[in-house]
T-cell receptor, first 109, second 115 residues
């Protein structure tokens, strides 16, 4: 299973775009990139996932590099409610998840 | 859509007693559900994979006789912490896999405190 590397923490000004990077240099061709976030004392919330194409939904955009060795989650206009720990997970579709330490994002007023 | 519930949201029990936690997928069927545990300031740790109609698969180091898992229907999995001890106090989170898309959706978690 591909291992992911994320920065431990990041800050972002309210209203600005938050760009959260994830490295997954050992990803295999049929492994998906999933992003979840966990707000304090709650269960993780699904954000977005993708295989090789860039994806966008109402919450965020996912940019995957052409070689698939890294990706970036973009929250276009961060709000205080986006303060959370963001997890990047690379897995075969449907398989169990193993969580890393994620990135603690703090949105600053 | 894709809502997963857990009950109870928090529970306090005495050492030596057993506690059952329920996980339900409310608007989709889940052949597979997962149970996680999270200690303060740590990440989620996968405990076991729960398969409807068959025995659960436990991660290395997780005692199957202590953490009993039953997945009796396509919308319900239960985790029973038997003979609970204070070190079992933790945040227990379940997830259910949407078979259509393969995405996991998580419940809100259950805070267990053993006194």
């Amino acid at each position: 299973d591909a291992k992911t590397t994320q920065p431990t923490s990041m800050d972002c000004a309210e209203g600005r775009a938050a760009n959260l990077p994830c490295n997954h240099s050992t990803i295999s061709g049929n492994e998906y990139v999933y992003w979840y976030r966990q707000i304090h004392s709650q269960g993780p919330q699904y954000i977005i996932h993708g295989l090789k194409n860039n994806e966008t939904n109402e919450m965020a955009s996912l940019i995957i590099t052409e070689d698939r060795k890294s990706s970036t989650l973009i929250l276009p206009h961060a709000t205080l409610r986006d303060t959370a720990v963001y997890y990047c997970i690379v897995r075969l579709r449907g398989n169990q998840f193993y969580f890393g330490t994620g990135t603690s994002l703090t949105v600053i007023p | 859509g894709a809502v997963v519930s857990q009950h109870p949201s928090w529970v306090i029990c005495k050492s030596g007693t057993s506690v059952k936690i329920e996980c339900r997928s409310l608007d989709f069927q889940a052949t597979t559900m997962f149970w996680y545990r999270q200690f303060p300031k740590q990440s989620l740790m996968l405990m076991a994979t729960s398969n409807e109609g068959s025995k659960a698969t436990y991660e290395q180091g997780v005692e199957k006789d202590k953490f009993l898992i039953n997945h009796a229907s396509l919308t319900l999995s239960t985790l029973t912490v038997t003979s609970a001890h204070p070190e079992d106090s933790s945040f227990y989170i379940c997830s259910a896999r949407d078979e259509a898309g393969g995405t996991q959706y998580f419940g809100p978690g259950t805070r267990l405190t053993v006194t």
